[in-house]
T-cell receptor
Framework: DQQVKQNSPSLSVQEGRISILNCDYT??????FLWYKKYPAEGPTFLIS?????DKNEDGRFTVFLNKSAKHLSLHIVPSQPGDSAVYFC??????????FGQGTRLTINP | EAGVAQSPRYKIIEKRQSVAFWCNPISGHATLYWYQQILGQGPKLLIQ????????DSQLPKDRFSAERLKGVDSTLKIQPAKLEDSAVYLC????????????FGSGTQLSVL
């Protein structure tokens, strides 16, 4: 029973363009959502988060959008840079549910 | 500020052997987590400590996995006996307070069970 799903295992984007990573969830009790970024041989690092009372949160080149009715969130990276190449995990929590991670999407930024 | 320290970085064992992982969280972080990340999947919570007490161990296979955080600081996770399906990266994370989903992760221990 996968409560947080990232349906795209990989994504390739040209440097300077927009990267859009998607995440779907099933548990309507989730009220806090996060994106983590992971480089090889390192642990995940926190990138950006959003509470369910908002529909958008922006931090520099990174913006997270939340569509509660569709149970969908997305991470936009503009402009994409080579250093953004990593695995991105979507995560969610809420109610009695501890933090649940998606499977991850491997983003590759091509020069 | 020192990050979350984990050791060893890599471990190769045969099935039915035992193994232990160590974690030292960021100073002052009361909450400590152990996650298991199988290749191609997201991290899955095994156990969560608040100081030296267990908050959640519902997904810990207690017949073979054990964890302790005796003095409320560093922690060990043990597997005995190991199975092939235990091959994964074991990640330790900590946070300043509970609840706080902004976790700080260590680099993990890559376990291979042959």
């Amino acid at each position: 029973d996968q409560q947080v799903k990232q349906n795209s295992p990989s994504l390739s984007v040209q440097e300077g363009r927009i990267s859009i990573l998607n995440c779907d969830y099933t548990n309507s009790m989730f009220d806090y959502f996060l994106w983590y970024k992971k480089y090889p041989a390192e642990g995940p690092t926190f990138l950006i988060s959003i509470s369910s009372i908002k529909d958008k949160n922006e931090d520099g080149r990174f913006t997270v959008f939340l569509n509660k009715s569709a149970k969908h969130l997305s991470l936009h990276i503009v402009p994409s840079q080579p250093g953004d190449s990593a695995v991105y995990f979507c995560a969610a929590s809420g109610g009695a549910q501890k933090l649940v991670f998606g499977q991850g999407t491997r983003l590759t930024i091509n020069p | 500020e020192a990050g979350v320290a984990q050791s060893p970085r890599y471990k190769i064992i045969e099935k039915r052997q035992s193994v232990a992982f160590w974690c030292n969280p960021i100073s002052g972080h009361a909450t400590l987590y152990w996650y298991q990340q199988i290749l191609g999947q997201g991290p899955k919570l095994l156990i969560q400590f608040q100081n030296n007490g267990v908050v959640d161990d519902s997904q810990l296979p207690k017949d073979r996995f054990s964890a302790e955080r005796l003095k409320g600081v560093d922690s060990t996770l043990k597997i005995q006996p190991a199975k092939l399906e235990d091959s994964a990266v074991y990640l330790c994370a900590s946070s300043f307070r509970q609840p706080n989903e902004k976790l700080f992760f260590g680099s993990g221990t890559q376990l291979s069970v042959l």
